[in-house]
T-cell receptor, first 111, second 114 residues
Framework: DAGVTQSPTHLIKTRGQQVTLRCSPISGHKSVSWYQQVLGQGPQFIFQYYEKEERGRGNFPDRFSARQFPNYSSELNVNALLLGDSALYLC??????????FGSGTRLTVV | AQSVSQHNHHVILSEAASLELGCNYSYGGTVNLFWYVQYPGQHLQLLLKYFSGDPLVKGIKGFEAEFIKSKFSFNLRKPSVQWSDTAEYFCAVIDYSSASKIIFGSGTRLSIRP
């Protein structure tokens, strides 16, 4: 049974560029959440999607956007990258509010 | 909104020592609590969770946690640590105020001396 898969695993971008991160949830999970984990800190909530609708948004600028597709996979987009966007981006899927499974993350480095 | 505090930023223990990591959440009512572990270079893994029932929760790898409602606490314990327990540990709570998002503490880095 495949877990939550994220791609790519590592990414290097230049300031001002745009990036798209992808997440495939566990089969049957309809909810996907995105988190940003800066080195030395706990993950911070960015977005939650359920059945293709945004259910919640964290305290992130409008440069961050996301969407969920009919197959429940999701993309996180970040425009106009800043050095401070360098982080591990985590995706979590859930079938309900009680169990969240995290992917291995995408390590984004902005130079 | 909920918040989580982990007061120990870095804990260093010798093998076979007992472990207790502190975690406090901000307000009461119904709470759903978690402990996650992140081994070096690996993804977050769920150690244990509390939703209701017995306040003493047993998780994987010999870890347990006790939910004490009166103290707003959910401390993680292990009677005898191993070198392989070296990792970052995160306490987390579900915030239902908007979406069912997980609020994480800042984490505790555990280093075990062999």
């Amino acid at each position: 049974d495949a877990g939550v898969t994220q791609s790519p695993t590592h990414l290097i971008k230049t300031r001002g560029q745009q990036v798209t991160l992808r997440c495939s949830p566990i089969s049957g999970h309809k909810s996907v959440s995105w988190y940003q984990q800066v080195l030395g800190q706990g993950p911070q909530f960015i977005f939650q999607y359920y059945e293709k609708e945004e259910r919640g948004r964290g305290n992130f600028p409008d440069r961050f956007s996301a969407r969920q597709f009919p197959n429940y996979s999701s993309e996180l987009n970040v425009n106009a990258l800043l050095l401070g966007d360098s982080a591990l981006y985590l995706c979590a899927s859930s079938s309900d509010s009680y169990g969240y499974t995290f992917g291995s993350g995408t390590r984004l480095t902005v130079v | 909104a909920q918040s989580v505090s982990q007061h120990n930023h870095h804990v260093i223990l010798s093998e076979a020592a007992s472990l207790e990591l502190g975690c406090n959440y901000s307000y009461g009512g119904t709470v759903n609590l978690f402990w996650y572990v992140q081994y070096p270079g690996q993804h977050l893994q769920l150690l244990l969770k509390y939703f209701s029932g017995d306040p003493l929760v047993k998780g994987i790898k010999g870890f347990e946690a006790e939910f004490i409602k009166s103290k707003f606490s959910f401390n993680l314990r292990k009677p005898s640590v191993q070198w392989s327990d070296t990792a970052e540990y995160f306490c987390a709570v579900i915030d239902y105020s908007s979406a069912s998002k997980i609020i994480f503490g800042s984490g505790t880095r555990l280093s075990i001396r062999p």
